[in-house]
């Protein structure tokens, strides 16, 4: 289980994060949602050691993981799959996946088969390179890569942007299979409303920084996260 308590973060002067509170338990989904700017991707940063926060903890499996570093959050089972995707355009599909290897210990670095089960067309295209693929192909791939790590937690920064319907629809069946496995906490931060309510256990909708409405009933509660969103 993650829990962040407390968690502040600065760009220089100007303070995003004001004391957010989040939970994401295994095999639940946990989507944070709000508009553009409100801090959502700030708030993955900060728990994936991608950016370092001011004020607040971060604990997996109670364990206080302190301000870790990207590596380390890596190595403690956080894996971010990043907004916009980051693959390297150059690099094949099988070197991309390898990059999810760094934080692995020599012994495990292998794609696990279920990555290809979840992703067939990967297997298919280990040899293309990433810029070659679709952008639906790369959201896939950027998702398979964090799944090579084997987390314990998922961070899905806005996996639909950009993304056509079908490759969509997939993306959404995969995040409900690793719901089932019960193996990880899925946190999607997601702006596709109907997306982000069919798939949520649980929504936190952010506002300027702070958590403004939270439920563990998306879809009794589908109006008034709407309301929540729209301010
Ligand atoms: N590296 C940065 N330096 C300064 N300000 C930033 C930086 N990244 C984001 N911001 C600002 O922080 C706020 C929150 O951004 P972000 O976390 O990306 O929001 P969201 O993902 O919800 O759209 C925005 O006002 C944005 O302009
Ligand atoms: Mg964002």
């Not at 870790?68 to 070197?95: D, K, M, W």
């Not at 997306?195 to 949520?200: C, E, M, N, P, Q």
Request: net charge neutral; charged share 25%.
């Amino acid at each position: 289980m993650l829990e962040v308590s407390g968690l502040t973060l600065r760009y220089g002067q100007s303070q995003i994060l004001h004391g957010i509170d989040l939970v994401a338990e295994r095999g639940r989904v946990s989507a944070i949602m709000g508009t553009n700017g409100v801090g959502k991707t700030s708030l993955l940063k900060a728990v994936s050691g991608r950016h370092p926060f001011h004020k607040g903890t971060i604990r997996l499996d109670g364990r206080d993981l302190g301000h870790p570093s990207a590596f380390a959050a890596a190595q403690a089972g956080i894996a971010y799959v990043p907004q916009g995707r980051e693959i390297f355009p150059l690099l094949t599909v099988r070197e991309n996946l390898e990059i999810g290897f760094s934080c692995l210990p020599r012994e495990a670095r292998e794609v696990p088969d279920r990555v290809f089960e979840l992703f067939p067309i990967l297997k298919e295209f280990l040899g293309r390179r990433g810029g070659d693929l679709s952008g639906g192909q790369q959201q896939q791939l950027a998702i398979a890569r964090a799944l090579v790590t084997r987390p314990k937690v998922l961070l899905l920064d806005e996996p639909t942007e950009g993304i056509q319907p079908n490759i969509i629809q997939q993306i959404g069946e995969v995040i409900r299979r690793l719901r089932e496995e019960g193996e990880m906490a899925i946190v999607l931060v997601e702006q596709y409303f109907d997306f982000a309510v069919g798939l949520a256990d649980r929504i936190t909708v952010l506002n300027r920084g702070e958590v403004n409405f939270q439920t563990d009933a998306a879809e009794r509660d589908r109006q008034k996260v709407l309301e929540s969103v729209s301010i």
